[in-house]
């Protein structure tokens, strides 16, 4: 469990921020100055450096991020004439991309920021570079949302989910994420098209997603199956596509459908944080047709606080967790929660990815309880994300090595597929870097960084104006 630090502040990680973002700054221009673009997009490091993983190319649009990020925190011009000449000449394809759940981390990170900086002011304001943003988001919410499986439900009511590549059956815990896509598409006007002219509303499908996400992905300890515990998750839930029915967990990248893959865990805690907080942009009275404020606002809420519980509980006492937590390494570590996560240790990988996710998630939703009055449970969850930065943003999981191309150490991309580099003489792998870990790394020290410096609240909706 984790041991929450309850006497850190924002103003603690000052001079910590500064060094992450110098070493942001010389890892992105060694990934520039030496990867190798014809191998397709980086994905994780090998003994350091940045390589390839065939798979689909979902990784591009955070190395462009990146770029931007660095940009939004240091203000240096160079990143973000790089972010946003890549973002021109290489993310169109990733707009038109019917074949992926991913739209949110490629599009959102590289479009949606750059439309973000130009309504913040940050970047000059140009009309028709606006409309190529605006455009982009437009075109790449609806291309996800095409992607519908339609599911059984009660009487009356529509369910259904953006199903990932592995065909309509099949929903991932990751694509909460892609709905920020999905809301900007439908935020920013457009009107989506099926057959026969008719309107596909796109809010009510992005709900739809998070509610199946919610009531499938997420267990509550309410008996769902021997292994339901509140706030666990499944990577993937299986649905007979015939009739609709929900059929089992599953997992893709996680140990089995009835452990909890923490990546996947930190993709839910972030993406149902984020959506509370757009949910609150919205006039009570707009969401009427879609069930109501109050009904929306309780199953993301339930889904945030039981995931961040999950998370706090079953994550060794620095915040840092294991790849799964029902690895089965992990018996043979002893009583491995209540000791700091060793990264080196003889029997199961840490995922450094999940904390960086993660985090966001916990600083969230502490944010948005806090704001809603429940000032003891938005502190709890507050000072949890802070312990797990306290912990990232260190050694031996900040990379201070100036020939290592990642910025944070120790991430797991697909241990079952056993893809991740395992050093010589060690019997896990450790000590690589991911392109999704950094750029979300890079994430949570911005949106630290602003509410450090009392700048305005970092969302991904800040694309809206």
């Known amino acids: 469990m984790i041991q929450i630090n309850n006497a850190l502040q924002p103003a603690d990680f000052t001079t910590r921020l500064q060094q992450f973002w110098d070493l942001s700054a010389q890892k992105i221009n060694l990934i520039d100055t030496h990867y190798d673009t014809a191998k397709g997009s980086p994905v994780f490091t090998v003994q350091g450096h940045y390589t390839t ?43 038109s991309h019917v074949g ?15 439309l973000r900086l130009m309504h ?34 009660g009487a009356g009511s529509s369910a259904g989910f953006i199903h990932s590549f592995n065909g309509p059956h099949s929903l991932f815990v990751d694509t909460i994420r892609s709905c920020r896509a999905v809301v900007l598409s439908h935020s920013l006007g457009h009107v989506f098209q099926g057959e026969g002219d008719v309107v596909i509303n796109l809010l009510d499908r992005a709900l739809q997603h998070m509610k199946a996400t919610a009531d499938y992905s997420v267990f509550y300890g309410e008996g769902r199956d021997t292994y339901d515990l509140w706030g666990r998750t499944a990577h993937e839930s299986v649905f007979n596509t015939k009739d609709g029915n929900f059929r089992c967990p599953n997992s893709q990248q996680g140990y089995t459908g009835f452990s909890t893959w923490t990546r996947g865990l930190a993709w839910a805690m972030c993406g149902f944080a984020e959506q509370l907080e757009f949910l609150d942009t919205f006039e009570k009275s707009d969401l009427e047709p879609f069930g109501g404020w109050m009904v929306i606002e309780a199953y993301l809420l339930k889904a945030a606080r039981a995931t961040c519980d999950f998370y706090i509980e079953h994550t060794p006492v620095n915040g840092i967790p294991y790849w799964d937590t029902g690895a089965p390494g992990l018996t043979k570590m002893g009583d491995y929660l209540n000791r ?126």
């Open 340 to 465: 700091p996560a060793d990264p080196y240790n003889d029997f199961e990988p840490v995922d450094s990815s999940a904390a960086a996710i993660g985090a966001q998630g916990m600083l969230r939703l502490g944010k948005y309880l806090s704001e809603k009055g429940e000032i003891e449970n938005g502190l709890r969850y507050w000072q949890a994300g802070l312990t797990v930065l306290d912990s990232l943003f260190a050694e031996p999981y900040l990379s201070t090595d100036p020939d290592h191309q990642g910025l944070i150490l120790h991430s797991i991309y697909h241990r079952p597929n056993g893809w991740d580099h395992v050093p010589q003489g060690s019997k896990i792998p450790y000590g690589e870097s991911s392109m999704w870990g950094d750029y979300h790394a890079r994430e949570v020290a911005l949106y630290l960084q602003r509410i450090l410096k009392n700048e305005k609240y970092y969302t991904f909706f800040g694309a809206l104006a």
């Open 100 to 114: 992926v759940h991913d739209h949110g981390f490629n599009n959102v990170s590289t479009y949606g920021n750059l």
């Open 120 to 153: 913040e002011g940050r970047i000059a304001f140009n009309e028709w570079e606006k409309n190529f943003y605006e455009l982009a988001l437009k075109i790449s919410g609806a291309v996800q949302v095409n992607r519908w499986t339609t599911i059984k439900t």
């Open 53 to 95: 993983r065939g798979w689909t190319e979902w990784t591009q649009g955070f190395q462009f991020g990146s770029s931007i990020l660095q940009f939004d925190a240091t203000g240096d011009t160079h990143f973000l004439e790089t972010g946003r000449q890549k973002t021109l000449t290489v993310m169109a394809p990733h707009i």
